[in-house]
């Protein structure tokens, strides 16, 4: 058999760690953002602003500073998957998972299923966001020119 170009290799092993380092991202920036959204009116710093989904609202400011900070937190994402998971096929995959992640830690921390509309509205924004951006960024690697003529030449 031959090679095929850009082969890819099922590793379970790799998806999990991939999964793993993805969530620790999305919760590392999304509390640093929002501990920075925050200094701007000197609140102080709780679980509930990552985990409450009623912290998500349009009617006040920290309900909207806290819309900032997950808005910011998609693009450093979209980072995350360019720099760790490098493939645009599967941005789309580890983007769902990770709110996914994120929807049952909201579940279990506030014992309900999150209900409100803004919380939903941002979260599948933030989703879009985080693949679109994302994947162009893998693609835009993935389909870099391949260099043919990379040694010496010689004059025949």
Same mark, same amino acid.
Not at 14 to 38: D, E, K, P, T
Not at 74 to 95: E, P
Not at 130 to 140: K, P, Q
């Given at each position: 058999?031959? *090679?095929?170009?850009?082969?890819? =290799?099922?590793?379970?092993?790799? =998806?999990?760690?991939?999964?793993?380092?993805?969530?620790?991202?999305?919760?590392?920036?999304?509390?640093?953002? !929002? /501990?920075?959204?925050?200094?701007?009116?000197?609140?102080?710093? *709780? !679980?509930?602003? =990552?985990?409450?989904?009623?912290?998500?609202?349009?009617?006040?400011?920290?309900?909207?500073? *806290?819309?900032?900070?997950?808005i910011l937190?998609? !693009?450093?994402?979209?980072l995350g998957?360019?720099?760790?998971?490098?493939?645009?096929? +599967?941005?789309?995959?580890?983007?769902?998972?990770?709110?996914?992640?994120?929807? =049952?830690?909201?579940?279990?921390?506030?014992? +309900?299923?999150?209900?409100?509309?803004?919380?939903?509205?941002?979260?599948? /924004?933030?989703? /879009?966001?985080?693949?679109?951006?994302?994947?162009y960024l893998?693609?835009?690697?993935? !389909?870099?020119?391949?260099?043919?003529?990379?040694?010496?030449?010689?004059?025949?």
């Amino acid at each position: 058999m031959g *090679s095929h170009f850009r082969s890819y =290799i099922w590793d379970p092993v790799l =998806i999990v760690f991939q999964i793993v380092l993805m969530q620790c991202i999305y919760y590392s920036f999304l509390g640093l953002w !929002l /501990a920075g959204v925050y200094r701007l009116v000197e609140t102080r710093s *709780s !679980l509930d602003q =990552i985990f409450s989904y009623e912290m998500l609202s349009f009617a006040s400011i920290l309900g909207r500073l *806290s819309m900032t900070a997950f808005i910011l937190n998609s !693009l450093t994402c979209a980072l995350g998957l360019w720099f760790f998971v490098r493939r645009g096929k +599967q941005c789309l995959d580890f983007t769902v998972t990770v709110h996914f992640f994120h929807l =049952i830690g909201c579940w279990i921390y506030n014992s +309900q299923f999150p209900s409100t509309l803004a919380w939903w509205l941002v979260n599948l /924004a933030c989703m /879009a966001l985080m693949a679109v951006i994302g994947e162009y960024l893998c693609m835009r690697t993935e !389909l870099r020119a391949i260099p043919v003529n990379s040694g010496p030449k010689s004059n025949l």
